[in-house]
């Protein structure tokens, strides 16, 4: 998704464009990041450009966006009238398929996983991260450096993941109390 919102000319680009990360949850807080992204094979064969060189423009790339991924699934009800589910499910279907095939070398995907504390989140919550796959194993993309913009956007969307966490243990907490008091 992020590929083809990238406001590069994806018809021309076509798969060249690799390691777009989007950082944390999947909610209109999710932080997509051209940072490290690059097109292959640009200027010619055997080179790479990084994505924002070619976009060259800062207001673009961290407002307009993020805001058009942040806002894509309910642009997709808007339009249709219904739920992005497919969009969804071919989404599960691609992480799936890189967590068990792997991914090309030199690229990473996002995916969502159990935080290990990389890049400063809390550890154990689920929170999406470049991640390389190989043999059925994922590792989290070590070493990126996020500027300062997505470092703050990628805070906000790890409180709302944390909020969502203790909200959801409120919840637990009262069904266990109520299984207790009917048996």
């Excluded at 071919?90 to 996002?110: E, I, K, M």
């Excluded at 990126?144 to 956007?153: E, G, V, W, Y």
């Amino acid at each position: 998704r992020e590929r083809q919102s990238s406001g590069i000319n994806a018809e021309y680009m076509g798969g060249r464009i690799k390691n777009v990360v989007v950082w944390g949850n999947h909610s209109k807080t999710q932080v997509p990041d051209l940072n490290q992204a690059i097109v292959e094979d640009l200027p010619a064969e055997g080179f790479t450009t990084p994505v924002r060189t070619l976009i060259n423009d800062e207001e673009w790339c961290n407002e307009e966006f993020v805001k058009c991924v942040q806002q894509r699934g309910a642009a997709i009800i808007e339009a249709r009238g219904f739920s992005s589910a497919a969009s969804a499910a071919n989404a599960a279907l691609a992480h799936v398929r890189d967590w068990f095939l792997g991914t090309p070398r030199g690229t990473w995907v996002s995916m969502a996983v159990p935080s290990d504390g990389s890049y400063g989140m809390p550890k154990g919550i689920v929170y999406s991260f470049p991640c390389v796959c190989s043999g059925g194993e994922y590792k989290i993309v070590q070493g990126l450096k996020p500027n300062a913009f997505t470092r703050k956007m990628m805070d906000i969307t790890a409180k709302e993941l944390l909020d969502e966490a203790k909200e959801a243990d409120v919840y637990q907490d009262e069904a266990m109390g109520e299984a207790k008091s009917q048996n």
